[in-house]
């Protein structure tokens, strides 16, 4: 896993350098820092992709799963809550069911986290 993490984050870092300002280029280095578990810098990252676009529902999504997993689930879940209401019929919704679910395990909810799990699913 460690070599297609180099790989990846080489291509974010090119792609970076054409356009800092991209809010995508942030919310794939936000996957790269979780799939690092470098859980403040996945922060970081998506806090970066919300600042660029204020209204960028994944943003604020990557956000959720970034404090989630990091232990905050109720920042998690008020980041999700915030995409979901940004873009309710959001074609990446299921996603956002996915890190509800890690969100309400995290605050020991663990009925709303099987309903948003079945729902991703």
């Known amino acids: ?17 054409f356009d800092a300002e991209e809010p995508w280029v942030h919310v794939a280095r936000t996957m790269l820092c979780l799939a690092s578990r470098k ?5 970081a990252a998506a806090r970066k992709s919300i ?14 799963i970034a404090h989630a997993v990091t232990g905050d689930g109720k920042s998690g879940l008020a980041a999700i809550a915030r995409a979901v209401r940004l873009s309710p019929r959001d074609l990446l919704r ?5 890190f509800y679910s890690v969100a309400y395990f995290q605050t020991g909810d ?6 948003h799990a079945a729902e991703a699913a």
Not at 94 to 98: A, G, Q, R, V
Request: proline content about 4%; hydrophobic content about 40%.
């Open 1 to 17: 896993m460690g070599e297609a993490i180099n790989s990846a984050e080489e291509s974010v870092a090119k792609v970076a350098q």
């Open 39 to 43: 859980g403040p810098e996945a922060i």
């Open 51 to 64: 600042e660029l676009n204020p209204n960028f529902a994944y943003g604020y999504s990557f956000l959720g």
């Open 94 to 98: 299921d996603e956002f069911d996915l």
């Open 110 to 115: 663990y009925g709303k986290a099987t309903e």
